[in-house]
């Protein structure tokens, strides 16, 4: 096949059933020109369902294997397919992209109860980071009030148990007095799938007050709820998990809960971690696990020598450079052009989510889509 130069071949190659699509394709769908997203837009539904799905999957893969990468125009596009699993893994793509204006696409999703279960709790799961956002004050207060309201709302009244629970997952970032109360109703739960949900969203809240419940459950005999739990003790770097964590690693048989485990030892440190994990090391034989060792060690000094990785994160993000604004703010002014030109675009709603012109809310270093998400109909 001839090397692919522009987006008519790669929507050709897709639609070639007959053979398998060349992996080394799917780079050429990273970073697309405005104009090719339109190309590929309206073209999108005549593809293959089991092509687009793969795409998507494939997309998946390569953006987590490779952060360069930038397929959030594609995602934009897979939101408005008619099979629930493009939409999921179109969302599942989009997860770190923080641009508000998804954020009234996915709140119009998961109010639709007509959508498919499936999708409604991948996009309450992907609100959480936004929820984040308006915690430290990267959201106007009305918007995140907004996002807080919509998945209270679901986490107690929708039909559907997982959205439910995604959205109680979402809501461990707020600082809302209801969540409390939600979490700690979880946690007691008989139905273990809520206990797991409830260490997730305690893992979320950067609150010590949930330790001895996190404690508790760090021998679950449940799997999944001890993973959870584990990894809420990491979040939270809980001390008096440490002991516990050093003891069970070697009589743990599980792999995602070893690296659970490894991981948070890494974050939570302190006497005998960095021992611990050196011995591993030394006892490795598999590269990928060294690989993972050898990570976890390097995050264990880096949070040791440097302190809270958080504190440090928001120190860079208020000193941005001038030059870094004013492309930001270029940025802003592209966007609203390209969404003012749409029949179906209302500024003034876009605008309630991602205007900055007041400081206090200064958005320069979160990213915007090229086109509406809403859509290309």
């Known amino acids: 096949m001839k090397e692919v130069v522009n987006i008519h071949d790669l929507i050709k190659a897709l639609m070639d059933q007959e053979h398998q699509f060349p992996a080394k394709l799917l780079y050429h769908f990273s970073d697309l020109s405005l104009q090719d997203q339109k190309i590929l837009a309206t073209t999108w539904l005549t593809i293959p369902l089991i092509r687009r799905q793969t795409l998507l999957e494939d997309l998946v893969e390569f953006a987590e294997n ?11 596009i897979a939101l408005d397919d008619a099979d629930p699993g493009v939409q999921c893994l179109a969302i599942d793509l989009l997860f770190d992209t923080e641009d508000k204006k998804l954020i009234p696409v996915y709140l119009k999703i998961l109010k639709d109860l007509d959508r498919d279960d499936s999708v409604r709790a991948a996009v309450a799961n992907a609100l959480g980071p936004f929820v984040c956002m308006g915690e430290y004050e990267k959201l106007r207060p009305e918007v995140l009030k907004e996002i807080e309201d919509a998945l209270l709302q679901a986490t107690n009244e929708d039909k559907s148990d997982l959205v439910r629970r995604r959205a109680l997952e979402s809501m461990g970032y707020s600082s809302r007095e209801e969540v409390v109360d939600l979490l700690r109703r979880a946690a007691v739960m008989d139905d273990e799938l809520w206990v797991e949900s409830a260490m997730f969203g305690m893992g979320r809240s950067a609150d010590e007050q949930w330790a001895p419940t996190i404690l508790e459950n760090l021998d679950h005999e449940n799997l999944a709820v001890r993973i959870q739990a584990v990894h809420a003790a990491g979040e939270l770097a809980l001390q008096k998990a440490r002991r516990f964590l050093l003891k069970s690693l070697d009589q743990i048989n599980d792999e995602t809960l070893l690296r659970e485990t490894v991981w948070a030892l890494a974050e939570i440190g302190g006497e005998g971690v960095e021992r611990k994990l050196e011995a591993l090391l030394s006892a490795a034989e598999d590269e990928e696990e060294i690989a993972f060792l050898e990570e976890a060690l390097e995050l264990l000094n880096f949070n040791e020598s440097n302190g809270d990785l958080e504190m440090l994160s928001i120190s860079w993000e208020k000193n941005e450079s001038d030059a870094d604004e004013e492309e930001a703010d270029e940025e802003f002014e592209e966007d ?36 509406d998400a809403d859509r290309f109909n």
């Open 66 to 76: 490779d952060p360069v990468l930038m397929y959030e125009s594609v995602a934009r």
């Open 336 to 371: 609203d052009e390209e969404y003012a030109d749409r029949s179906d675009f209302n500024l003034e709603e876009w605008e309630r989510y991602v205007s900055d012109d007041d400081d206090e809310y200064d958005d320069d270093e979160y990213s915007l889509g090229d086109f």
